[in-house]
């Protein structure tokens, strides 16, 4: 019940606001698609524990560089809808050196203004949601226990150096809430960030000279801090408005820097 009643509460303002966009638009106010482009660095403290491995815990840093593509729909200046994909790699020194190459990241989100004031260059209140989803992976060398290995009696400090392949499953959830405004032809906004991770961490092992049997684990990967701040502006390029440059850092759930370009349709 208390599921249905959280889903509820989420969705029930989200048709409002929806019906309330659609309404402006048919009133002859725009629907403006647009396209956007950015890269950014992102580097963020997350945490890995496995329920079945009794006092397994350790926090790791992951750290990430994305190309990311949005398509959007702009409705009445009321809603914003869009998809995102591209590509982004991964680096966690604590998994084992873990380093993957670049692969497929897609997801999308939506923004909500609540509020503008009158003046179109003032002040505007907004809230929005995304996700983003990656699995990327790697070769890495693991030290297991040799106490499950033939090769125990060379083996340094108890242990034994294992070949296996790491897929981690990357999901994350952020909403923002915040403000921005207008200065001349600069668009600064700002506010405060929830975020979470949602992972899996995918260690798989094959049978080889020192281990009879396979291996395999999958432990959960978590942020550490999921409430952070947001500051960014967008550098509109033409007179039409129809071309920006916009630029967002963000600070303490995450560490980020992003620089896009949007055009605007």
Same mark, same amino acid.
Request: net charge negative.
């Given at each position: ?75 009445? #200046?009321? *809603?914003? @809808?869009? /998809?995102? =994909? ?6 966690? +020194?604590?998994?084992?050196?873990? %380093? ?20 179109? #260059?003032? *002040?505007? @209140?907004? /809230?929005? =949601? ?6 990327? +992976?790697?070769?890495?060398?693991? %030290? ?122």
């Amino acid at each position: 019940m208390k599921q249905i009643l959280s889903t509820f509460a989420v969705f029930l303002p989200l048709v409002v606001w929806t019906s309330q966009a659609l309404a402006a638009a048919s009133d002859g106010r725009a629907l403006e698609p647009y396209f956007q482009i950015g890269v950014g660095a992102f580097s963020r403290d997350i945490v890995e524990q496995d329920s079945a491995i009794s006092g397994f815990k350790f926090k790791g840093t992951a750290d990430s560089t994305r190309l990311i593509a949005k398509l959007g729909l702009n409705i009445a #200046d009321v *809603l914003n @809808l869009y /998809v995102q =994909g591209g590509g982004s790699d991964l680096s966690i +020194d604590e998994f084992n050196n873990y %380093d993957s190459a670049t692969k497929g990241a897609y997801g999308g989100g939506l923004r909500i203004n609540l509020y503008q004031s009158p003046d179109r #260059d003032a *002040l505007k @209140l907004f /809230v929005e =949601g995304n996700y983003l989803r990656s699995t990327t +992976d790697d070769r890495v060398q693991i %030290d297991v226990n040799c106490s499950a290995a033939t090769a125990c009696a060379s083996a340094p400090n108890g242990f034994v150096s294992r070949l296996s392949k790491e897929t981690i499953e990357w999901n994350e959830y952020t909403v923002l809430m915040g403000a921005s405004g207008r200065y001349f032809n600069l668009a600064p906004n700002g506010g405060i960030r929830l975020s979470a991770v949602n992972g899996k961490d995918r260690l798989r092992a094959a049978p080889d000279s020192n281990f009879a049997a396979s291996f395999q684990a999958s432990p959960d990967v978590r942020e550490q801090d999921n409430f952070g701040i947001f500051f960014g502006t967008d550098v509109f390029l033409d007179r039409s408005e129809k071309t920006a440059l916009n630029f967002e850092v963000s600070l303490i759930d995450q560490n980020s820097f992003e620089a896009a370009i949007r055009r605007s349709f």
